[in-house]
């Protein structure tokens, strides 16, 4: 069945796509790979696991309307303690329960622990993966365009709603992206930029998202 590929079809018999546009609007698109890029210690990984219990505890705020679904959180950054504490705080700060979310630490490319992972996301019934974090989800070399080809093969195999936490190049003429190759910012549906903001109190943070 994987040799024959993906079926053809005539596209005026479709009928239209009922999907959702978001999974979390305005934030995340449906079915396409999003990317949220910035320097370290701003809160990226944690922002994307905040995300990660809005969706699947299909709660919507003031700012974000979320369609619920099960997530899956890949790492390749930090370990299930810490990632755990992520979630059990930010349940805390919330006042709701915490949701199930599914982890998976990670040690290989995307692309080489590609039919572990599908088999994953085909038993669990996962529509949204969280990809933590590109550089060595592609195999640590996101600047070489073979290896980020690569990687958004597999992740468009995998057919989810995608949100891959990125690090930032540097700055060239004024302007940022994701550190790496230019396809990083081509071939993602939608790319979120996190600068800095003022400082906060203790435990507190503040970022912007820029489009």
């Not at 504490?85 to 349940?91: E, K, Q, T």
């Not at 915490?98 to 572990?116: A, G, H, K, M, P």
């Not at 070489?144 to 995998?158: I, M």
Request: net charge negative.
């Amino acid at each position: 069945k994987y040799r024959e590929g993906e079926p053809a079809f005539d596209l005026a018999s479709l009928p239209p796509d009922e999907r959702v546009g978001f999974r979390v609007d305005p934030l995340i698109h449906e079915g396409q790979p999003n990317i949220l890029f910035g320097p370290g210690g701003l809160g990226k990984s944690y922002f994307a696991t905040y995300l990660a219990h809005l969706v699947s505890g299909g709660t919507s705020t003031r700012l974000l309307t979320t369609e619920p679904g099960k997530v899956l959180y890949l790492d390749w950054e930090s370990d299930r303690h810490d990632v755990r504490d992520r979630v059990f705080s930010i349940a805390s700060g919330l006042g709701t329960e915490v949701q199930n979310i599914t982890y998976r630490f990670c040690t290989s490319s995307l692309q080489s622990d590609y039919e572990s992972i599908e088999t994953l996301v085909h038993d669990k019934g996962i529509d949204f993966i969280i990809v933590d974090s590109a550089a060595p989800a592609c195999g640590g070399s996101p600047e070489k365009a073979e290896d980020t080809l690569q990687f958004f093969n597999a992740l468009r195999g995998l057919q989810c709603t995608s949100l891959v936490v990125a690090h930032v190049a540097k700055a060239e003429g004024g302007k940022t992206g994701p550190f790496g190759s230019v396809f990083w910012t081509n071939l993602s549906r939608n790319s979120w930029e996190v600068r800095s903001a003022h400082d906060g109190k203790d435990n507190e943070f503040f970022f912007s998202l820029w489009h």
